[in-house]
DNA sequence: CGGGTCATCTTGTCAATGACTAGATATGGT
DNA sequence: ACCATATCTAGTCATTGACAAGATGACCCG
């Protein structure tokens, strides 16, 4: 099971699942989630117009196994942060820079299967590392719903700003500085 | 606002602009942002498969238009309660509640053209009331523009969530009521 | 070695779509 | 009454997503 670059010219890809995946990331990374064709995805991985379906079942499938990657790396990334809630927001919006086409797809329910096992699975994930966080961030009190919503929203609200470019001119400079100072104010507030 | 039952068999339609914006919020709200075709809001509008295209050039003319609109609502509402920031942070949330189409169109740039001029009018307007509602929320102050951005994320970050069925059983009940327990957070810190 | 089995990938096809062209029809000014 | 122009229709083409059927070769068992 090399995954190498066995067979330029074999009829068999070898790995075609990845390669069209890695390609369906650079079409979103360039033109959006949705700003590309299946069978564009085929002639960068240089096979057949049906290949990917093959492996996908549809353009829904190739963007399910998106958002599934996507959340389990998220996942990853959040809970190597987990010590602390702010840190975790910080990584929050890391991933969202750094993996952008995973993030895009991530959450938008419309584009893909959100029942798909294996994208549930990663994504509950993800989730509870964000609810054990918030816990730290306000122990007890009545307004911890309201508090993990809050550094919730800051997080996903700074990181969707950024990505579609509504920052004026705040996100000049380094993103990961700014996003800090905006995080400490709802993580670390002096209450 | 019935535009006319005018000319339900002539040629010309009458307002056919405005029929298929409708159309196309309709389609919008049903199947996300790009979950319709062209043709598909000419048959909602009774008219030719190319009509359409007449009024909006393409698609993404479409979209622009919807962009547009989108913007202008937004600073009305915007406007209508900007006296306290608070109270236009709640009027975010609530317009991208109330007006999800247009929302879910708006802050998504690679879907309509954003140096569209009647758009980017729209999108300072709404900008404005945003820049000065944030001077209130923290006068002076080395932190007004971490401040500004904090405020801005946890709305947007908060509607965002709402609006993809992020929130898991947060969003049970009134949505009003979540939400300005959560804006409260940020917006009226007992610093 | 040899044959069978099956996932992988290709070729062929079809309806739907976005975009374009040319033409038909109404509207309003003069 | 005439005509310039905006509005809408009809026709066309390349591209696309989805599907069906067939080709290829990897792997297994003897």
Do not use: C
């Given at each position: 099971?090399?995954?190498?670059?066995?067979?330029?010219?074999?009829?068999?890809?070898?790995?075609?699942?990845?390669?069209?995946?890695?390609?369906?990331?650079?079409?979103?990374?360039?033109?959006?989630?949705?700003?590309?064709?299946?069978?564009?995805?085929?002639?960068?991985?240089?096979?057949?117009?049906?290949?990917?379906?093959?492996?996908?079942?549809?353009?829904?499938?190739?963007?399910?196994?998106?958002?599934?990657?996507?959340?389990?790396?998220?996942?990853?990334?959040?809970?190597?942060?987990?010590?602390?809630?702010?840190?975790?927001?910080?990584?929050?919006?890391?991933?969202?820079?750094?993996?952008?086409?995973?993030?895009?797809?991530?959450?938008?329910?419309?584009?893909?299967?959100?029942?798909?096992?294996?994208?549930?699975?990663?994504?509950?994930?993800?989730?509870?590392?964000?609810?054990?966080?918030?816990?730290?961030?306000?122990?007890?009190?009545?307004?911890?719903?309201?508090?993990?919503?809050?550094?919730?929203?800051?997080?996903?609200?700074?990181?969707?700003?950024?990505?579609?470019?509504?920052?004026?001119?705040?996100?000049?400079?380094?993103?990961?500085?700014?996003a800090r100072s905006?995080l400490e104010l709802?993580?670390?507030?002096?209450?």
């Amino acid at each position: 099971m090399e995954v190498g670059q066995i067979s330029q010219s074999s009829y068999h890809h070898g790995n075609l699942r990845r390669a069209v995946l890695d390609a369906a990331l650079e079409a979103i990374g360039e033109s959006g989630p949705s700003g590309w064709s299946l069978r564009e995805l085929a002639r960068r991985a240089g096979v057949s117009h049906a290949a990917p379906a093959h492996h996908f079942g549809d353009k829904t499938g190739v963007l399910t196994a998106v958002a599934a990657e996507g959340f389990a790396l998220f996942a990853d990334s959040l809970e190597r942060a987990a010590d602390d809630p702010y840190g975790a927001g910080v990584a929050y919006v890391r991933f969202a820079v750094d993996h952008r086409a995973y993030f895009e797809v991530m959450f938008r329910p419309e584009l893909y299967r959100t029942d798909d096992p294996e994208a549930a699975v990663a994504r509950d994930r993800a989730g509870a590392v964000l609810a054990e966080s918030a816990r730290k961030l306000a122990p007890g009190g009545g307004s911890e719903r309201a508090t993990t919503l809050a550094a919730w929203s800051v997080a996903h609200g700074f990181a969707g700003l950024w990505l579609n470019g509504a920052l004026p001119e705040s996100a000049e400079g380094n993103v990961e500085e700014v996003a800090r100072s905006v995080l400490e104010l709802v993580f670390r507030r002096d209450r």
